[in-house]
């Protein structure tokens, strides 16, 4: 068995920019030769956006690697970067937020706003004794005072955790105990499909269990009661009444700015650290250079959370370092309508979408009738982050969202990466429907066999990074070791990202999910996603989940649990006869060696909170084999209907 990974999908259709586009983009294909030519000076450039008090010393010391520094020597303030300079520039009147709150409540917010506001948290936390270096856990909703909290933090050089509002007591207190957090900043509650949803109890939980907790502080966002221990101080007495003039001052481009935990599902959460100079320089040039934005025109919506690290650095400090006007909402996609999103983005004239696959695959399934009621056609620009994207997804979302106009970036990083790594540049690629495409400027990715030898096009295997990159994690917080281990020690002097792909004939990239997830089917190493994109090609299938389940004949047999299209009868022999059909479609679109086993239909897939599809359950259902854990589920009900229909259906083996 010689291949790495199998290459099992083709596509041709490719799309250039429109021409309007390309001919206004703030960059251009010159970018590639200019960074080629320099990496460091190119990057160099790149830092030149911001405002630095002090100049660095040296670009890059990599004299200790894995442990990089950037902008040796060089000093700057995050917050006033993303805030002060704008304001000062004579843009304080620009809108930085426009925030849709779920029940239909609003806020603008300007950016000379929003500086009094964070001046306002960073003098109250200096009150309650918060210095540099100290750790603030953020435990928030939706709501303006999330990027307050954060700017407030990178402020006065403190660092921030920011723990996803959906995590248990127990995430919570795990992530403070790791970090050592001081004070949480948290609310009452938040509002969720349709209905406040506490948040406050929870947090009361997790600091029971947290001596290092000295002050709770606590926003008004639903009113609804919470109990009050002599920890807690209400945001609006405390943070609101706190003077709004301060003077950020200038910390090094290595200080810590960030712990992000990554979600991991099994071992003990990462807590990825991240620092100052590099890191807004990263996102600030790459939400330039991927989202075209011109921010005295444009209205950028990315509709994760601020929880996860797309929120951290495509809705706080890529856009806010880049003095964008955006858009905030807080609730669901289906509060209190399916067209919640659409509506929004008819009423905010919003020009930029950056979002998940699974939303776009939710949107397929409830139908294109519900978009086509509203007016999108304000979008230029549309992107794609989370998981690989399905090509018949990808088209769906350019059609259906971006009238067939507007390009669609797939955007590929991690929360270790910071920002976006491999990403078409919209005013220059042709992208082709699933593709990442190709590493950014000054950025260097390749697929790698498992002797690190790069594979030739057309071949698959391990994305590594070659070099060191700006916005880069410098450790797993506390942990040096482990990090070590977990990146770098796979392959000599590489980074390994876990992911799969492969360089299709043109050289160019595609991700194939995670390589813990690949199939050994009949000593063929299958991708899941090329499975999943095969199904999602079938015109009454709206989303797929495929897992390698043990196969007394094959060594591992493909299981595909497979959401149809709203519109498709599934019932009975209908059922039956779909499911037969999609399996000779994969199998015509793949070859024999990529047909499911099984196919079961099902009406929902678990997902992890960020939206990720665990597979790791599926494939213990169905191996028959009990749950692992489901904490990190976003709806643990659906597992139980999975289960209970595994069971029921009977097997479909040839
Ligand atoms: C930004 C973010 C990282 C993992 C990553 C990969 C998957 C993200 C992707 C993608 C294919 C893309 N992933 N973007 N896979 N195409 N465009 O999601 O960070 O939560 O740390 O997840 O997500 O598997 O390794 P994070």
Not at 4 to 15: D, P
Not at 169 to 198: E, F
Not at 200 to 206: C, F, I, L, S
Request: hydrophobic letters at 40%; proline letters at 6%; one cysteine or more.
């Amino acid at each position: 068995m010689s291949e790495t990974l199998a290459n099992l999908l083709q596509e041709t259709r490719q799309f250039p920019p429109p021409a309007e586009l390309a001919a206004a983009a703030n960059v251009t294909a010159a970018a590639y030769d200019e960074a080629a030519a320099d990496r460091l000076a190119f990057w160099a450039r790149q830092a030149g956006r911001l405002d630095w008090s002090k100049e660095w010393d040296e670009i890059l010391d990599w004299s200790n690697p894995p442990f990089a520094k950037w902008f040796v020597g060089g000093q700057l303030n995050v917050a006033y970067n993303c805030l002060d300079r704008h304001v000062a520039a004579g843009n304080g009147d620009r809108v930085a937020i426009h925030w849709e709150g779920e029940p239909g409540d609003n806020r603008t917010i300007t950016y000379a706003d929003l500086l009094a506001m964070t001046s306002q948290a960073a003098n109250a936390l200096t009150d309650l004794g918060v210095v540099a270096g100290d750790r603030i856990a953020i435990y928030l909703p939706m709501i303006p005072e999330a990027a307050v909290a954060m700017l407030a933090c990178a402020r006065i050089g403190a660092t921030h955790s920011v723990v996803f509002g959906g995590f248990s007591a127990d995430s919570l207190s795990n992530r403070i105990q790791d970090a050592t957090a001081k004070v949480v900043i948290t609310a009452d509650g938040g509002y969720r499909r349709g209905k406040p949803s506490a948040l406050k109890p929870t947090v009361d939980e997790a600091v029971s269990r947290c001596p290092s907790i000295e002050h709770v502080l606590v926003v008004r966002r639903t009113g609804q009661d919470v109990a009050w221990t002599d920890k807690d101080l209400w945001w609006h007495e405390t943070v609101e009444t706190a003077s709004t003039e301060h003077t950020a001052e200038a910390f090094d481009a290595e200080h810590p700015l960030f712990i992000l935990y990554t979600s991991g599902t099994t071992a003990k959460p990462k807590g990825i650290l991240h620092t100052s100079g590099g890191y807004l320089t990263q996102v600030a040039y790459t939400h330039h250079a991927v989202f075209d934005l011109k921010p005295e025109t444009d209205v950028y919506w990315c509709s994760a959370d601020i929880g996860w690290v797309t929120g951290h650095s495509y809705i706080v400090y890529g856009p806010l370092a880049n003095g964008a006007t955006q858009l905030m909402y807080e609730g669901t996609p289906d509060t209190p309508h399916r067209g919640r999103f659409w509506e929004l983005i008819q009423k905010h004239k919003v020009t930029i979408l950056y979002t998940a696959p699974t939303l776009i695959r939710t949107m397929m399934k409830w139908g294109a009738d519900i978009p086509d009621q509203y007016d999108l056609s304000s979008l230029r620009l549309l992107g794609s982050v989370g998981e690989p994207i399905n090509p018949e997804a990808w088209m769906w979302y350019r059609e259906n969202i971006g009238r067939g106009g507007c390009p669609v970036v797939d955007t590929w990083w991690q929360t270790e990466t910071g920002a976006i790594m491999i990403s078409p540049l919209p005013g220059v690629t042709a992208a082709k429907p699933g593709s990442a495409m190709r590493p950014l400027p000054g950025i260097s990715a390749d697929v790698v066999d498992d002797q690190a030898g790069s594979v030739p096009n057309g071949g698959g295997g391990f994305l590594v990074l070659r070099e060191p990159w700006p916005s880069m994690l410098r450790t797993i917080w506390g942990d040096d070791e482990r990090f070590v281990d977990t990146y770098w020690s796979r392959f000599e002097g590489l980074y390994f990202a876990g992911d799969g792909a492969k360089k299709d004939d043109d050289g160019d990239l595609w991700l194939l999910g995670r390589v813990d997830d690949v199939m050994l089917v009949s000593g063929h190493n299958i991708s899941t996603t090329e499975v999943e994109s095969a199904l999602v090609s079938h015109p009454s299938v709206a989303e797929s989940a495929v897992v390698g389940a043990t196969d007394p004949t094959t060594g591992q047999a493909i299981v595909a649990f497979t959401i149809p299209r709203g519109s498709v009868d599934t019932s009975g022999e209908a059922g039956e006869a779909l499911i037969a059909e999609l399996r000779e479609h994969v199998s015509k679109t793949l070859g024999p060696i990529a047909k499911p086993r099984q196919i079961m239909l099902v009406a929902e897939l678990p997902k992890t909170r960020s939206g990720k599809i665990m597979r790791r359950l599926l494939r213990d259902v169905a191996e028959n084999r009990s749950l692992g854990d489901v904490t990190t589920l976003q709806d643990s009900s659906v597992m139980d209907l999975i289960s209970a229909g595994m069971r029921s259906s009977k097997s479909d083996e040839d």
